[in-house]
C-alpha cells in the first residue's frame, strides 16, 4: 500500500524566506510526528499529532516554527524567517492506533537555506 | 531524560563477514526499542520492535537482541546490499516521541 509521503523533496530557501513542507500520512494512521535529522545524526523530536490535535510540541526549536493538521490526515510544517541553522532533513511519520508503537517515516524534505 | 548511543559509528566488513552492531539506552520506563535501516536520500525503514529484556526478532540476515541496558543488531554474512545507516530508537514510559542515536554506518565490500 502507500506510504508516507512528503513534498517538496527538495527546498532551497534564502535566509529570511518562509517555507511549508508537507505530509500525507499512511491512511487510517490517527498519530504523526516530525522529526529534524541533521548530516550524520540521527532524527531529533519536534513535534507529534493524534487526529487534529497537537499534543507534543516540545522538540520545534523556536517559536519559528510551526505545525498544524487542521483535518486530522495531512499536516503541514511551517518555518518562518528562515536561518542557515534550519538547514535539516525533515522527516514526517505516521503511527497505527491498537498499541502498535512503531512509526513508519516518509522520505523526508531536504532543506537548503543560503 | 531518555539517551541513546550506538557504537561502533562507522564499520567496515567484507562480504560474508558477520558483526555485531551495539546500542546502549538509558530509559525510564521502556514501552519498546526500535532498529531502522536508513538508505542514502531515503527516510529510515522500519526492521523491528522489541519490548522486553531476553527478546529476539529475526529477519533475513539481521537478528536483534536485547538486554535492560542495550540491544544488538547481529548480521549474519552479510551482503553488499545490506550497506546502509542502521539506526537505534527508544520510546520511554508516558512519551509518544521516538528518541533516537546516531546510527552507525555499515559498508560490505565484496
Known amino acids: 500500500g502507500a506510504g508516507v509521503s512528503q513534498s517538496p523533496r527538495y527546498k532551497v530557501a534564502k535566509r529570511g524566506q518562509d517555507v511549508a513542507l508537507r505530509c500525507d500520512p499512511i491512511?487510517?494512521?490517527?498519530?504523526l510526528f516530525w522529526y529534524q535529522q541533521a548530516l550524520g545524526q540521527g532524527p531529533e523530536f519536534l513535534t507529534y499529532?493524534?487526529?487534529?490535535?497537537?499534543?507534543?510540541k516540545s522538540g520545534l526549536p523556536s517559536d519559528r516554527f510551526f505545525a498544524e493538521r487542521p483535518e486530522g490526515s495531512v499536516s503541514t510544517l511551517k518555518i518562518q524567517r528562515t536561518q542557515q541553522e534550519d538547514s535539516a532533513v525533515y522527516l514526517c511519520a505516521s503511527r497505527r492506533t491498537g498499541g502498535a508503537l512503531e512509526q513508519y517515516f516518509g522520505p523526508g524534505t531536504r532543506l537548503t537555506v543560503t | 531524560e531518555d539517551q541513546v548511543t550506538q557504537s561502533p559509528e562507522a564499520l567496515r566488513l567484507q562480504e560474508g563477514e558477520s558483526s555485531s552492531l551495539n546500542c546502549s539506552y538509558t530509559?525510564?520506563?521502556?514501552?519498546?526499542l526500535f532498529w531502522y535501516r536508513q538508505d542514502p536520500g531515503k527516510g529510515p525503514e522500519f526492521l523491528f520492535t522489541?519490548?522486553?529484556a531476553g527478546e529476539e526478532k529475526e529477519k533475513e540476515r539481521l537478528k536483534a537482541t536485547l538486554t535492560k541496558k542495550e540491544s544488538f543488531l547481529h548480521i549474519t554474512a552479510p551482503k553488499p546490499e545490506d550497506s546502509a545507516t542502521y539506526l537505534c530508537a527508544v520510546a520511554g514510559q508516558g512519551a509518544q516521541k521516538l528518541v533516537f542515536g546516531q546510527g552507525t554506518r555499515l559498508t560490505i565490500n565484496p
Open positions: 491512511s487510517g494512521h490517527v498519530s
Open positions: 530509559v525510564s520506563g521502556l514501552r519498546g
Open positions: 522489541l519490548y522486553s
Open positions: 499529532f493524534q487526529n487534529e490535535a497537537q499534543l507534543d
